[in-house]
């Protein structure tokens, strides 16, 4: 659940945003656009029906890798070390495309975009979606990547559609804790002498 949490932390963080935007400034957006989360079948179906979650003005959100945060991995194995439970950090990478009719109104939402995650970089406390179930004090940083195009052109070679202007951003820390398992007994009886035997036991 945190990566889930994680990622529609970013979404309800940048939705915010455009509306706090749109509020101050009415020339902002052409139409104030909605970040919304998406899947890779979603890029067959672009500005079609209002079922489609890519339909203008809307800032996609795809999450296109999860990775192991190698430098926090082993602190966190310390952790586990002592408390028992396994605690997985990632890295969440996120592929931030803008949707519109016309290529002024992309623009503005991109740069609304930028302008929101350079302002926010940091998601705590009531900013985190509560699905995460997050500890007090715990927050995900929001990286800019430098991703070079022929990543982006790489990566639009596996979706169904054409190459669009995006930004890519990596989400961190996203943790995964496994559930403490209850308590065993500790084992009080050893048997001995026991051999495999084709007689069934009783």
Avoid: K
């Amino acid at each position: 659940m945190a990566v889930a949490a994680a990622v529609l932390s970013v979404q309800a963080r940048l939705n915010r945003s455009f509306q706090e935007l749109d509020a101050a400034d009415p020339d902002a957006f052409r139409a104030r656009p909605t970040a919304r989360i998406v899947r890779t079948d979603d890029f067959a179906n672009i500005g079609g029906s209002a079922s489609s979650p890519i339909r203008y003005p809307t800032l996609s959100i795809f999450c296109y890798r999860v990775d192991l945060n190698h430098v926090m991995r082993p602190p966190w194995s310390a952790v586990a070390s002592v408390d028992g439970s396994v605690h997985l950090p990632l890295d969440i990478h996120l592929l931030l495309t803008p949707w519109d009719s016309d290529p002024e109104a992309e623009l503005r939402i991109l740069g609304a975009t930028l302008q929101c995650l350079e302002q926010h970089p940091v998601l705590s406390g009531p900013s985190l979606h509560p699905l995460g179930r997050w500890t007090a004090g715990e927050a995900v940083q929001i990286l800019n990547e430098d991703l070079v195009t022929e990543d982006v052109l790489r990566t639009f070679d596996t979706l169904p559609s054409d190459f669009r202007l995006s930004v890519s951003y990596c989400v961190r820390i996203a943790r995964i804790d496994a559930p403490a398992e209850p308590d065993h007994p500790d084992v009080t009886t050893v048997i001995r002498g026991l051999t495999p035997s084709s007689v069934p036991y009783p």
